[in-house]
């Protein structure tokens, strides 16, 4: 018995010297539930519709060897307040309670999934077209090419 007694003092002598890093799993609420349109509009420059259109739109779902990923929703909406504000990726982090490496990762896979969609939104007119408009325009103004 006293064997077992030297055991634990022992143990928690060297917890106490060296202390084990507890995992943390942080509270991923949903901010659309618990913020009005209005403040989400204020802070990502969207509508709660619009982003969750973007969500579903862009699918930004990631496979890691991880057991927590960052859930889509909130890697939409750390890359949508960094572009909207344009602060540091600690600003951003802080607010959404999640790492400066994980935002850079959120910004990246964003941008490179919206260009991905950018011709299904994003219309140029024919140069052309455009040009002999504007040469009409000049003629109609100054009454010579």
């Known amino acids: 018995m006293a064997d077992i007694e030297r055991r634990l003092r ?5 917890n106490e010297l060296f202390p084990m890093d507890r995992r943390v799993f942080r509270d991923r609420t949903n901010p659309l539930e618990t913020l009005s349109p ?8 969207f509508f709660p519709e619009t982003i969750l259109f973007l969500v579903n739109m862009l ?18 909406l750390a890359a949508l307040h960094f572009l909207a504000t344009g602060t540091h990726h600690i600003v951003t ?4 309670g999640i790492s400066r490496s994980s935002v850079s990762r959120a910004v990246k896979q964003f941008t490179d999934s919206v260009c991905l969609h950018l011709n299904d939104f994003v219309f140029f007119p024919n140069i052309e077209n455009v040009q002999r408009t ?5 003629y109609n103004i100054a009454g010579a090419y």
């Open 93 to 96: 982090a802080g607010l959404h």
């Open 59 to 76: 699918n930004l779902e990631r496979a890691t060897e991880r057991s927590c990923p960052l859930p889509p929703l909130i890697s939409t």
């Open 134 to 138: 504007v040469q009409k325009q000049f």
């Open 38 to 45: 209005m403040e989400i509009r204020e802070r990502d420059r």
């Open 10 to 14: 022992r143990a928690r002598y060297l």
